[in-house]
DNA sequence: AATGGGGCCAACCGCTCCGTG
DNA sequence: GCACGGAGCGGTTGGCCCCAT
């Protein structure tokens, strides 16, 4: 059976949505729900499909849409989740009330994506020069060398390995194509087996634990932590692996710059690098 | 005043997911 | 277990606006 066209429906009405209609959908989602948007517009004498409908009514006519500017902790949440999540949009989404992955989607790409290319580039400022040479992170051809030392267990030779690494046959059922059972299986165990080449020592996948739960804090005199790591993770990490990228008291500094540069710097140092970079 | 470039955002497109029969 | 159809999601784009030249 071939599927039922939307848009291309004859006589159906595109681009931009007037204030007419935009009150014929108000009104009819208020005395009748959207139960069905499919059948939404014809019920309610729109010449519109119910794809455009929904989007209209989710982006943008919701009675509980947040309009204006981003804050500052909303932006550094979006970085937060989006490092946690990836291009998940409606997932981050649900964790910023009033707001719309679309919306979060576009300041993505037009305000916060440059931000982090622009501390990426950045050199670190705050290098301690008697410590370590930083562990170059840029480009796979690093991380291949590292990988490639005899006998090299941790993500910095020399160091202990931050999280144990997984036995080979635990590899192998997260990433043996040949024992899944679905094709959705097959493509989620090629992705994992894709993540695990990429990164150092199967980097583990980013918790809530990971970050500092600081950015709730609603003390205004307290130093803000914006973007911080947990202690529990800092504890975690050796503290000559954070010496050498920046001084661990940013984490915690009141300056957001200061404070992401450290975050990112650790994160990428930690093996969390691969998908962030190429991306740029 | 004209124009061109860049930023921004609403909306579309195409795909996947998921519920249902 | 399979096919179908609606809903939802993420990527992309068209067009408006602003600003510099």
Same mark, same amino acid.
């Given at each position: 059976m071939v599927r039922a066209p939307c848009c291309d429906e004859i006589g159906l009405k595109k681009g931009p949505w007037t204030l007419e209609e935009d009150q014929i959908l108000i009104s009819y989602i208020q005395k009748y !729900?959207?139960?069905n948007w499919r059948a939404l517009p014809k019920k309610a004498g729109l010449l519109r499909c119910g794809k455009s409908c929904r989007l209209r009514w989710v982006n943008?006519?919701?009675?509980d849409i947040k309009r204006g500017n981003f804050t500052l902790e909303e932006e550094e949440t979006i970085i937060k989740l989006h490092e946690m999540l990836g291009n998940r949009w409606s997932a981050i989404a649900a964790k910023?009330?009033?707001?719309?992955d679309n919306e979060l989607k576009n300041v993505w790409h037009t305000h916060l994506k440059k931000r982090l290319k622009q501390y990426q580039i950045k050199?670190?400022?705050?290098?301690?020069?008697?410590?370590k040479p930083k562990i170059k992170c840029e480009s796979s051809d690093n991380i291949s060398t590292i990988q490639s030392?005899?006998?090299?267990?941790?993500?910095?030779? !020399?160091q202990t390995p931050m999280w144990p690494q997984p036995s080979s046959s635990e590899v192998s059922s997260i990433t043996d194509v040949t024992t899944a059972t679905s094709d959705r299986e097959v493509n989620n165990k090629a992705m994992k087996a894709e993540n695990m080449e990429y990164s150092w020592e199967y980097f583990p996948e980013i918790d809530e634990s990971f970050w500092s739960d600081a950015l709730s804090s609603d003390n205004s005199s307290a130093p803000v932590n914006f973007g911080g790591v947990s202690e529990e993770f800092q504890s975690q990490v050796p503290s000559s692996s954070i010496d050498h990228v920046m001084e661990p008291d940013y984490g915690y500094s009141q300056n957001l710059d200061d404070a992401m540069e450290f975050w990112y710097n650790l994160f990428i140092k930690a093996g969390g690098e691969q998908e962030l970079i190429t991306e740029f």
């Open positions: !729900g959207h139960a943008y006519l919701r009675p910023l009330p009033g707001r719309t050199p670190v400022t705050k290098q301690n020069p008697k410590s030392e005899p006998g090299n267990s941790s993500s910095i030779p !020399g």
